[in-house]
């Protein structure tokens, strides 16, 4: 057993090669500020996944019973999306609902709740349970849709805010899903022999989408197609027209679009137990009220040969190793991440993953110790197996996208996950459809 159980905060510096510096004297102010550094910018303008209250933690999507599945339901083919989430408390709060669709890039549509839904466009959190054995106590919540107040008519993108019952301005968190018609075929393939190179840093989507069971009066001029690289928001790609057309297919073929930066596998580590350390931890201790995973101090692999490692593409699973109710029965613990390297002078350095829920703000920014010589940064997060990447995006950061070669390095071998969505406004519509959803792995 590895842990240090301690219910004091003392100034003491750890002599292993984990500790180079002091986490201890993090500890104060992660009780105070890092813990809860959750965004406070839920507004009607801004659509990203995201919690926006303190107390709420650990947002998830799973279609049918996958929870490592993109959250994609088809319309009338059975599927159901579930949403689940935790709020830090004794008591179970009085929860509300709504939904919302979206066009293909993810603003509000113009289209009424009552062309969307039945009734009122709202509805009650009803299914919870109470936290069950663990240091920190909280109530798990769940919602599913489609159910008796939401039947999707329309397919597209949707948007689902969950706010107190009587204050629906406020929002305390949100998540994107879609709804998908299945009428459009999407194939296609993910190469390395790329444009910019050739076996080099990037690989290349080229795409083909067979309209063959959805009549589109202009394909060349009336689709968009939307592909991300790992769930990735930063680097979508949006293409307006094909390269070309054949008969009832548009073809997508050498786009500088469809290029991206290969990046590396996720690092991966494992929070499952408390009393022995998982994968990528090197010790365990406990200080009142929470206990902490020291991760094993990172390096940059830029410039390191490519390792092959099976990831899940930057998703995280929830676990307790002796549990069969994870979802109730894990635990929360502080994380702390190191990353040796010298300071980047132009850019930040973040951690990406659906653990972050891919933004790039204090809540993933990693901090810079000039003595010890490392970023460093301390999250709370329920018990789980989690991927997770070091970016850096430049001081100039608007508009741009992360980079991965800094740190992680930029590799043609490595396999990513592509998630291709074509949309279809019809003349006269005010909303976009979504046609087809599908994935596409590099290297295999």
């Known amino acids: 057993m590895v842990i240090n159980q301690r219910t004091d905060?003392?100034?003491?510096?750890?002599?292993?090669?984990?500790?180079?510096?002091?986490?201890?004297?993090?500890?104060?102010?992660?009780?105070?500020?890092?813990?809860?550094?959750?965004?406070?910018?839920?507004?009607?303008?801004?659509?990203?996944?995201?919690?926006?209250?303190?107390?709420?933690?650990?947002?998830?999507?799973?279609?049918?019973?996958?929870?490592?599945?993109?959250?994609?339901?088809?319309?009338?083919?059975?599927?159901?999306?579930?949403?689940?989430?935790?709020?830090?408390?004794?008591?179970?709060?009085?929860?509300?609902?709504?939904?919302?669709?979206?066009?293909?890039?993810?603003?509000?549509?113009?289209?009424?709740?009552?062309?969307?839904?039945?009734?009122?466009?709202?509805?009650?959190?009803?299914?919870?349970?109470?936290?069950?054995?663990?240091?920190?106590?909280?109530?798990?919540?769940?919602?599913?849709?489609?159910?008796?107040?939401?039947?999707?008519?329309?397919?597209?993108?949707?948007?689902?805010?969950?706010?107190?019952?009587?204050?629906?301005?406020?929002?305390?968190?949100?998540?994107?899903f879609m709804v998908s018609e299945g009428t459009a075929h999407i194939t296609g393939d993910v190469t390395s022999r790329t444009d910019t190179d050739y076996n080099g840093h990037h690989q290349q989507l080229n795409l083909n989408v067979d309209l063959n069971r959805y009549p589109v009066r202009d394909i060349f001029n009336d689709l968009k197609l939307v592909v991300t690289q790992n769930g990735r928001t930063d680097n979508m790609a949006t293409i307006t027209h094909p390269s070309r057309v054949k008969g009832s297919s548009a073809i997508y073929e050498h786009i500088p679009e469809l290029i991206f930066k290969g990046g590396n596998e996720y690092r991966r580590m494992e929070t499952v137990q408390l009393t022995y350390p998982g994968m990528g931890v090197e010790e365990i201790e406990f200080h009142?009220?929470?206990?902490?995973?020291?991760?094993?101090?990172?390096?940059?692999?830029?410039?390191?040969?490519?390792?092959?490692?099976?990831?899940?593409?930057?998703?995280?699973?929830?676990?307790?190793?002796?549990?069969?109710?994870?979802?109730?029965?894990?635990?929360?613990?502080?994380?702390?991440?190191?990353?040796?390297?010298?300071?980047?002078?132009?850019?930040?350095?973040?951690?990406?993953?659906?653990?972050?829920?891919?933004?790039?703000d204090d809540s993933s920014k990693m901090k810079y110790d000039e003595e010890a010589g490392v970023y460093h940064k301390a999250m709370l997060l329920k018990q789980g197996a989690y991927n997770y990447q070091y970016v850096a995006l430049p001081h100039s950061k608007k508009g741009t996208a992360a980079r991965t070669a800094d740190?992680?390095?930029?590799?043609?071998?490595?396999?990513?996950?592509?998630?291709?969505?074509?949309?279809?406004?019809?003349?006269g519509e005010r909303y976009d459809r979504l046609l087809g959803f599908t994935l596409l792995y590099s290297g295999r």
């Open 9 to 176: 905060l003392p100034n003491i510096q750890h002599k292993t090669q984990m500790h180079e510096f002091s986490n201890i004297k993090y500890f104060l102010a992660i009780l105070t500020a890092v813990i809860f550094n959750a965004k406070s910018y839920g507004s009607p303008n801004n659509t990203m996944t995201g919690i926006f209250n303190e107390d709420f933690r650990t947002l998830t999507t799973e279609v049918s019973g996958d929870r490592l599945a993109p959250p994609v339901i088809t319309i009338d083919s059975g599927d159901y999306l579930t949403v689940g989430f935790d709020a830090l408390r004794e008591e179970r709060d009085y929860l509300r609902y709504s939904i919302y669709h979206c066009d293909a890039d993810w603003r509000l549509s113009d289209v009424v709740d009552a062309e969307v839904f039945d009734g009122f466009n709202y509805a009650d959190v009803t299914d919870y349970k109470f936290s069950r054995g663990t240091a920190v106590h909280y109530v798990h919540y769940s919602i599913t849709v489609p159910n008796d107040e939401f039947q999707f008519r329309l397919s597209g993108n949707y948007l689902l805010r969950v706010y107190p019952e009587n204050e629906p301005e406020d929002i305390l968190l949100q998540v994107r």
């Open 288 to 360: 009142e009220p929470y206990y902490h995973h020291i991760l094993a101090v990172a390096e940059p692999r830029h410039a390191k040969p490519y390792y092959f490692d099976s990831t899940q593409h930057g998703r995280f699973f929830i676990r307790e190793y002796n549990s069969q109710e994870s979802d109730t029965e894990a635990d929360y613990s502080v994380v702390h991440f190191t990353l040796k390297m010298l300071p980047l002078l132009e850019a930040d350095v973040y951690i990406d993953g659906d653990l972050t829920y891919r933004h790039f």
């Open 407 to 427: 740190v992680e390095g930029d590799f043609y071998q490595t396999v990513n996950e592509y998630q291709a969505a074509i949309y279809y406004r019809a003349p």
